[in-house]
């Protein structure tokens, strides 16, 4: 006998609708400020109820991630390197975090340690490429530049002797 599937079955209307929604939003991190949501169709924060952050969080998805490091030179100018991760399977948002950490570290450690202002990542749902100009964007929204590099430390260091 030959087993039927429900033509309409709620649970799976409930994760088709659920993707379809967070195709907007990403979870940004960056070093140690908490992890928040971002609306990258309007390009500004997100707040989520929790039946949304549900939808992100607890519904596994193809999770395309960019692992990022804030820089800045000697000259004052910030710029960022990243590189991206594409899960092609479907993952629960917690399980990706090994990878990500990983793959960091090995980003950080390949950058000049003497620049490097902070650490980061952008996770999202969306098949959209994200740009290095946005992701930077989406890291000054949320404070992650407001910290010294190395060399920035060290040049207060000196203007503060030489003014003692």
Not at 16 to 21: G, I, N, P, Q, V
Not at 49 to 71: G, N, R
Not at 89 to 96: M, T
Not at 154 to 162: A, F, I, T, V
Request: glycine content about 4%.
């Amino acid at each position: 006998m030959k087993k039927r599937n429900k033509k309409y079955n709620p649970h799976r209307t409930a994760i088709h609708f659920a993707k379809s929604y967070t195709k907007n939003f990403a979870m940004v991190w960056a070093g140690t400020l908490d992890a928040k949501i971002y609306n990258i169709k309007n390009n500004s924060k997100a707040i989520l109820t929790q039946a949304k952050m549900d939808a992100l969080t607890k519904v596994a998805h193809k999770w395309q991630v960019h692992v990022a490091v804030l820089l800045r030179d000697n000259n004052g100018r910030d710029y960022i390197q990243t590189q991206e991760l594409r899960f092609t399977q479907e993952y629960y948002s917690e399980f990706i975090g090994d990878v990500i950490n990983e793959t960091m570290i090995d980003l950080r450690n390949s950058c000049n340690q003497q620049h490097i202002v902070n650490v980061g990542w952008v996770a999202t749902t969306s098949e959209k490429d994200i740009s290095n100009k946005a992701i930077s964007e989406m890291m000054t929204d949320f404070g992650a530049w407001d910290f010294l590099s190395p060399v920035e430390s060290s040049d207060l260091d000196k203007d503060e002797r030489e003014i003692a």
